[in-house]
């Protein structure tokens, strides 16, 4: 089995994510995974960059911590942020920090960073963001963070040659898959089975994913969005007394191909918060 400041704002910062939590979002698609050019918008085929982040936010303390980790830019870096609120593939405005994060390294085609930002502090975004967003930041974080669990904002990195953006990803809520739950990974998979693929959302104490999933949302094979699922039940796959949802898909449907080792499930929760999950796979005669 795998082991896979104003009141009335503070107060909607926490409607937002009853009970307060951590909550986490990292960065991928919509066409490819992580930061990728062919994320951007017009894609960038041409670049070989690539690069990862992961962005937390403490509902409690209103502190946003951002890591990210980039290489193999066509030129240096110039700038890089989080803009919000739009749906992909589209383009909006810098809601961040400008002209880039704080200490993000600049002029270098790769590199790390990390850092944690108050989020009812002005110097965290862009003023512009905040004027157009109640004026204050504390009206300027709750639109952020509900465009984050709204899956409405992306972090890019900028670069000389391409000023707009070369490497992006949209914000979207990762979970815990397990698929074909007794197999371990990489999970062999045939793609010239006419059967199903079980793949399991993990449940934890703070996360129902049974209760929680919008079972009919789900996508799931070689990028994610084949519309293949079959249907659902829930059980408890590892055995920690916690349900969680199974959801089967037509393996015909899922698009895997020889070579392949990734599967992806995307999809939404009851309330539209984009999710994804990813397991490493192998694909068998």
Not at 55 to 82: C, E, Q, R
Not at 134 to 152: C, D, E, F, H, K
Request: overall charge negative; aromatic content about 6%; proline content about 8%.
């Amino acid at each position: 089995m795998k082991n896979c400041v104003c009141v009335l704002a503070v107060g909607a910062i926490l409607a937002l994510s009853s009970p307060a939590e951590t909550l986490t979002f990292i960065a991928t698609g919509p066409a490819g995974l992580g930061l990728s050019p062919l994320n951007e918008n017009p894609p960038h085929p041409s670049s070989s960059g690539t690069g990862t982040a992961l962005v937390t936010w403490d509902t409690v303390t209103n502190m946003m911590t951002v890591n990210v980790v980039f290489s193999g830019l066509t030129s240096p870096d110039t700038a890089s942020h989080i803009h919000c609120c739009i749906s992909a593939p589209g383009t909006t405005g810098v809601a961040t920090t400008t002209p880039t994060f704080t200490g993000f390294p600049s002029g270098v085609t790769s590199g790390s960073y990390s850092h944690t930002f108050d989020m009812l502090n002005a110097a965290s975004y862009n003023p512009a963001f905040v004027t157009a967003h109640g004026g204050t930041p504390a009206s300027a974080a709750v639109a952020l963070l509900a465009g984050m669990t709204a899956g409405q904002t992306y972090l890019n990195i900028h670069t000389v040659q391409f000023p707009g953006g070369e490497i992006r990803g949209f914000l979207v809520k990762p979970v815990d898959i397990s698929i074909k739950p007794d197999a371990a990974p990489p999970v062999p998979i045939n793609p010239r089975s006419h059967g199903t693929i079980p793949v399991a959302i993990i449940s934890t104490a703070t996360f129902n994913s049974v209760a929680t999933v919008d079972a009919n949302s789900l996508t799931f094979g070689r990028t994610g969005d084949e519309q293949s699922l079959a249907f659902c039940n829930a059980d408890d796959i590892n055995g920690d007394g916690l349900i969680d949802l199974v959801c089967h898909f037509e393996t015909q449907s899922t698009g895997f191909e020889p070579g392949g080792t990734l599967g992806i499930l995307k999809g939404r929760t009851s309330q539209g918060t984009p999710i994804i999950g990813q397991e490493a796979i192998v694909t068998v005669p």
